[in-house]
């Protein structure tokens, strides 16, 4: 086994689920994983707190943290910055945390740019139409948002392909197992099994 945790992104459609699928996952196994929480100058919905959801941030916050460097990677989308902190990450994981950040395509992939070893899982509901109606059933948003973010996951599924394993969100429970078994596999990745392999090389070159 790796000794390191490993770094796992979570993409879909806006409305596929991904919030709750993490929340399950947590809430089941809450010593293996923790949530990256991201930066955003967007405003927070009703529920969300500061520091739990997001941080909440002005744009001129948010662009300080570019300037010093502060986040792995960010993303504009529908109008607003997204980021996530860079020292929570590689904290976490330094100290065997697998850790998941629940971010969109171009965060996705500058940070499997960045970081190699990275899981790509994409999360969808079963059909386009299901989409559709779990966006208009959250009622938290105007039409106008709704429509930009169904627009934008027209654009977004051209990149599924980019990604490495899809997750259907059909029954909350199964695609978090999935999603679970999917992280664990990566523990025996060989590239992140360098030390113990080097040893059992070294143990076995007596018997050449
Ligand atoms: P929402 O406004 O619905 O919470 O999030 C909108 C989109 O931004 C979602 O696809 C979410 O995954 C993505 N997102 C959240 N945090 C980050 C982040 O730190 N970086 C990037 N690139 N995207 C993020």
């Not at 490993?6 to 947590?26: E, N, P, Q, W, Y």
């Not at 971010?103 to 899981?119: H, M, N, S, Y």
């Amino acid at each position: 086994m790796g000794h390191k945790g490993i770094l796992a992104v979570v993409s879909g459609f806006s409305g596929a689920g991904k919030g709750t699928l993490m929340k399950a996952l947590l809430e089941h196994y809450p010593d293996q994983y923790a949530l990256s929480i991201s930066a955003t100058t967007r405003s927070p919905r009703a529920g969300e707190e500061h520091g739990r959801e997001y941080f909440f941030l002005t744009r001129d916050q948010f662009e300080e943290l570019i300037q010093k460097e502060a986040l792995i990677e960010y993303a504009c989308y529908v109008g607003n910055y997204y980021g996530t902190p860079r020292d929570y990450v590689l904290e976490q994981m330094e100290k065997g945390k697998d850790v998941i950040l629940e971010i969109e395509i171009q965060g996705a992939l500058k940070v499997k740019e960045r970081f190699p070893d990275t899981l790509l899982l994409f999360v969808t509901p079963p059909s386009g139409a299901e989409l559709e109606r779990r966006l208009r059933s959250r009622g938290t948003e105007t039409q106008e948002v709704i429509a930009g973010r169904l627009g934008r996951a027209a654009e977004e599924a051209a990149y599924m392909d980019r990604y490495e394993y899809l997750l259907v969100n059909d029954d909350l429970e199964v695609c978090m197992e999935e999603m679970h078994r999917l992280i664990q596999a990566q523990h025996h990745r060989i590239s992140g099994c360098q030390e113990l392999v080097e040893s059992i090389k070294k143990e076995l070159e007596g018997y050449r």
